[in-house]
């Protein structure tokens, strides 16, 4: 990030979104208080589908079945 006076922007503007495309954030000021900041818009992950994961987890046959350590517990 690199911070640009507002009559520097002016002159540069295209170099300026080229390097925003790029990635880099640019801060415009003027008289040395930041105004503006120049940066890219992300992309946005796509959404889970619903069921893309079938088939992924399985769960064991014994899965409710009381557990060994608790027996002292259970009635």
């Given at each position: 990030?690199?911070?640009?006076?507002?009559?520097?922007?002016?002159?540069?503007?295209?170099?300026?979104?080229?390097?925003?495309?790029?990635?880099?954030?640019?801060?415009?000021?003027?008289?040395?208080?930041?105004?503006?900041?120049?940066?890219?818009?992300?992309?946005?992950?796509?959404?889970?589908?619903?069921?893309?994961?079938?088939?992924?987890?399985?769960?064991?046959?014994d899965f409710d079945?009381?557990?060994?350590?608790?027996?002292?517990?259970?009635?």
């Amino acid at each position: 990030m690199y911070q640009v006076p507002i009559e520097q922007a002016k002159a540069q503007f295209l170099q300026l979104i080229q390097e925003a495309m790029e990635g880099k954030e640019i801060v415009i000021t003027q008289n040395n208080v930041p105004k503006l900041k120049l940066v890219s818009i992300q992309k946005s992950k796509p959404r889970a589908q619903f069921g893309s994961a079938k088939g992924l987890i399985t769960m064991s046959d014994d899965f409710d079945d009381p557990l060994e350590d608790f027996k002292d517990y259970m009635q």
